[in-house]
């Protein structure tokens, strides 16, 4: 249990060190660039969901394993699948809004979603090739 609980303090250093970067980059950018739109989600709330979400399947991954079970792609998979569902749930106000031009909010959310799929993946492939 020892091995899980370095992995899990370890990757939640790299989390939060992850999300402040780019979310320092995102609100620079959105402050300088992006002078005349309001966007219906607070860019927190977006980050808030990948980091809850990224942790989350990460420690339920990282658990599976330390029980032994090294076979997680399969887990992995369901999960993805599941991140996409939990990702149109939080996107459903703004689909079901009147708002017209809805795509600088989609691009808002899917753009971190990305990067922090990137990053899930790469810490789950980096521990499992330690072994």
Known sequence: MNAF???EFNFLLQLIGLS???FGIHSYLLH???LDVNFFFPLWHIYTFHIVVTFLFYTIINYRYSKGQTQVFTVFMVLTLLKMILAILFLLPLILSDI???QPDI???????FLYLFFEV???TKF???T
Request: net charge positive; no cysteine.
């Open 5 to 7: 609980k370095k992995r």
């Open 20 to 22: 402040l970067l780019v």
């Open 32 to 34: 300088y660039l992006v």
């Open 100 to 102: 017209k031009d809805k």
């Open 107 to 113: 691009f808002n959310f899917f753009i971190p979603y």
């Open 122 to 124: 790469y810490a789950l």
């Open 128 to 130: 499992l090739q330690k």
